[in-house]
């Protein structure tokens, strides 16, 4: 049985991060480097998702629980669909195995 790796730091700086993942299974550490974001894109579907969420404010949903259930067992699959798609295309791609230096530094008294 294989398991995803761990996020266990993340980092992002003017727009280029990226996060370090752990394997449980392998004991490996992996970087993923973080894919850039068209912003043209990012503005035009936040807008378009903008316009869709106060066309549905201005609708009225019959007081009946069976519509309001049959629109929860209907839209929790899709926006989870979606936000997977989402994370798939946007997040990031695992690059490779890194390795942990740990550094033996000294204290210094400042006295």
Same mark, same amino acid.
């Given at each position: #049985? ?5 996020? @266990? ?10 996060? %370090?993942?752990? !394997? @449980? ?6 970087? *993923?480097?973080?894919?850039? $974001? ?5 503005? %035009?579907?936040?807008? &378009? =998702?903008?316009?869709? #969420? /106060? *066309?549905? &404010?201005?609708?009225?949903? &019959? !007081?009946?629980?069976?519509?309001? +259930? +049959? +629109?929860? $067992?209907?839209?929790?699959? @899709?926006? $989870?669909? %979606?936000? /997977? $798609? ?7 791609? @695992? &690059? *490779? !195995? %890194? =390795?942990?230096? +740990?550094?033996?530094? /000294?204290?210094? !008294?400042? *006295?």
């Amino acid at each position: #049985m294989s398991t995803k790796p761990v996020p @266990i730091y993340g980092k992002s700086d003017n727009g280029k991060g990226y996060t %370090i993942y752990f !394997d @449980i299974n392998t004991k490996k550490a992996y970087r *993923g480097n973080h894919k850039e $974001i068209n912003s043209a894109k990012y503005w %035009i579907v936040f807008f &378009a =998702f903008l316009v869709l #969420m /106060r *066309g549905l &404010a201005e609708v009225s949903f &019959a !007081d009946s629980w069976f519509v309001k +259930l +049959l +629109l929860i $067992i209907i839209g929790v699959p @899709i926006s $989870i669909l %979606i936000g /997977r $798609i989402v994370q798939k295309k946007v997040y990031c791609r @695992i &690059a *490779g !195995d %890194i =390795f942990i230096r +740990l550094h033996a530094g /000294r204290l210094s !008294d400042p *006295g």
